[in-house]
């Protein structure tokens, strides 16, 4: 049997997941048929093709909100301390007794994001650390299973969807730095695929009972779930190309999964930031060393460019931005202005993030700066007569 058409039951005995089964029956759901709230006014330009509507939709949308949060906001060490601090995986669990998102509020972070004159959010639903943000079934280190009691997912995909914003869930499918049978240094060469133990980690299985069919596993249903669980969304963002690229890529069974993306949500847009299966990828999603790369792969994709509201801190390891760092300087209006002018040299979105604090609020001089953005967009957006610019 080719992996092009392999079925999701056979996918899922061969990765050795086959126990999943029935979990992944609660998902499979009905693929959405009504027109999302953030198509409205693209869909009448392709009468029943929700992908082409999409696809004009992302060219056009110019500006999105990325949020970087989890764990990792509790320390103000960005997103990669596990990793620099070397953090042993029960140490780091501890973190989960003291989230509690309080002051989490996807409707306001909604509004900033629409204020900003923005037209999707972008969410990290697990990042590197294997938290989730969502109501999982494929493991207990959850949001809902931590003092927030919160599917924190399900908030922020209803407040997008109440103000015609897109959502994609972000999902780290290449790193996993807790999974016992996540991606291993003996079949990848990337140096943070796991943090440098010494001695390894007793949580990790032993290389003699390592499974990586039964990590891939585990990300096909965590996907399958934001993509069942949430209503229509806008895409999905996968990160973490840089293991894949370090080994044999096909490990991954990514086509399997990009198979069961668009059978759940049809007009869903895939991107692995800057390719790592670019015939297969609807768009491109590089940050800045990225760029040269995603820009050769493109073909005519849309694309946007990553970037971050945060500088570096001091108190913080060097290479983290994007979840919460203390004593960070933040960028101003005048500089996401320039990068919105940047990116659009390149016919690009910006995808602007923004790494909440413990709590969950935003940091107020981002929310400041993003309101004067928004302003500023609206008010160039307007001819001498006063109506609004096509974009």
Not at 21 to 29: P, Q, T
Not at 144 to 150: F, Q, W
Request: net charge positive; charged share 25%; with cysteine.
């Amino acid at each position: 049997m080719s992996m092009g058409t392999m079925n999701r039951r056979a996918f899922l005995a061969v990765a050795g997941g086959a126990g999943l089964a029935a979990g992944l029956a609660r998902v499979a759901r009905a693929a959405p048929t009504a027109v999302p709230s953030y198509l409205r006014n693209h869909a009448a330009r392709h009468p029943g093709d929700l992908k082409a509507a999409a696809l004009d939709w992302f060219r056009e949308a110019r500006f999105g909100l990325f949020i970087h949060y989890g764990l990792y906001s509790l320390t103000g060490r960005g997103e990669w301390v596990q990793l620099h601090d070397r953090i042993p995986i029960a140490e780091y669990a501890k973190l989960k007794d003291r989230f509690t998102a309080e002051k989490f509020d996807a409707p306001a972070i909604a509004a900033l994001a629409e204020a900003a004159d923005m037209r999707y959010v972008t969410m990290v639903c697990k990042h590197c650390d294997s938290f989730c943000l969502w109501d999982t079934k494929a493991t207990d280190f959850n949001s809902v299973n931590s003092p927030a009691r919160r599917d924190l997912v399900a908030e922020m995909a209803a407040a997008c969807r109440a103000r015609g914003l897109g959502f994609f869930p972000f999902y780290e499918h290449g790193f996993d730095w807790r999974h016992p049978h996540g991606p291993a240094p003996w079949d990848w060469k990337s140096r943070a695929v796991r943090p440098a133990y010494d001695p390894p980690d007793p949580f990790y299985a032993p290389r003699e009972s390592y499974d990586f069919g039964r990590y891939v596993a585990y990300a096909y249903q965590g996907v399958s779930e934001l993509c069942a669980n949430y209503g229509p969304i806008a895409g999905v963002w996968l990160d973490g190309i840089a293991v894949p690229l370090s080994g044999d890529k096909a490990l991954f069974r990514a086509p399997e999964l990009y198979a069961r993306i668009r059978e759940l949500q049809p007009q869903a847009l895939i991107g692995y930031k800057s390719g790592l299966h670019p015939e297969l990828e609807d768009f491109m999603a590089p940050e800045l060393p990225q760029i040269e790369k995603a820009m050769a792969n493109r073909g005519t994709k849309p694309m946007e460019i990553c970037r971050t509201m945060q500088k570096h801190s001091a108190k913080a390891p060097k290479g983290a931005l994007w979840g919460w760092l203390d004593g960070a300087d933040h960028v101003t209006p005048d500089e996401v202005m320039t990068m919105l002018a940047e990116a659009g040299e390149k016919r690009a979105n910006l995808l602007l993030n923004v790494g909440p604090l413990p709590d969950g609020s935003i940091h107020p001089d981002d929310i400041a700066t993003l309101k004067e953005v928004g302003r500023r967009r609206r008010a160039g957006a307007r001819t001498d007569d006063g109506k609004r610019k096509t974009e």
